[in-house]
T-cell receptor
């Protein structure tokens, strides 16, 4: 079965610092990969996705992620954190066959002034 | 488009009571699903549907029923509520054969006492 691991349930950065949120998946076949963001008391919103093609994917709010097949990773980065980036971030994978989307446990990002 | 709507936003039940969480989408999406979100556990799939008349179980289906009589609606029924079902419930929808971007509703916060 597909699994997703997000390293670090809580990450804290200073405003203006690099944001790096880690995601690794288990799959013998490259899946479709997603990052979602959840602001307090709201539903999830898609940040970016990888399906095929270019392995560096750009999303909303200045975030990007790189699919690395050899490392089975899809880490999320942003060069300079903003206070408004404080939220919970979820990595998700979908096998190329089948319908289910499997989510990681989430990483709570705190941005300090 | 309203997107994915969920009602109610909040609900308190007593142990043993039953209720239905409503979910509707106006995007003509084939795929709809229900997740529960608990602290430190990410989102776990309860049930999903790939079209009207077709439903299947996810990771944590026990204690929940679903049906899909129309493309738009996908209600989740709690048959006999238990404190372990205290959670935040999210409904989501997407096109089945596309980029697999899921759209989430705003959530229902359920407390079972």
């Amino acid at each position: 079965a597909q699994s997703v691991t997000q390293l670090g349930s809580h990450v804290s950065v200073s405003e203006g610092a690099l944001v790096l949120l880690r995601c690794n998946y288990s799959s013998s076949v490259p899946p479709y990969l997603f990052w979602y963001v959840q602001y307090p008391n709201q539903g999830l919103q898609l940040l970016l996705k990888y399906t095929t093609g270019a392995t560096l994917v750009k999303g909303i709010n200045g975030f990007e992620a790189e699919f690395k097949k050899s490392e089975t990773s899809f880490h999320l980065t942003k060069p300079s954190a903003h206070m408004s980036d404080a939220a919970e971030y979820f990595c998700a994978v979908k096998e190329t066959s089948g319908s289910r989307l499997t989510f990681g446990e989430g990483t709570q990002l705190t941005v300090n002034p | 488009n309203a997107g994915v709507t969920q009602t109610p936003k909040f609900q308190v039940l007593k142990t043993g009571q039953s209720m239905t969480l409503q979910c509707a989408q106006d995007m003509n999406h084939e795929y709809m699903s229900w997740y529960r979100q608990d602290p430190g556990m990410g989102l776990r799939l309860i049930h999903y549907s790939v079209g009207a008349g077709i439903t299947d179980q996810g990771e944590v289906p026990n204690g929940y029923n679903v049906s899909r009589s129309t493309t738009e609606d996908f209600p989740l029924r709690l048959l006999s509520a238990a404190p372990s079902q205290t959670s935040v419930y999210f409904c989501a929808s997407r096109r089945e054969f596309s980029s697999y971007e899921q759209y989430f509703g705003p959530g229902t916060r359920l407390t079972v006492t």
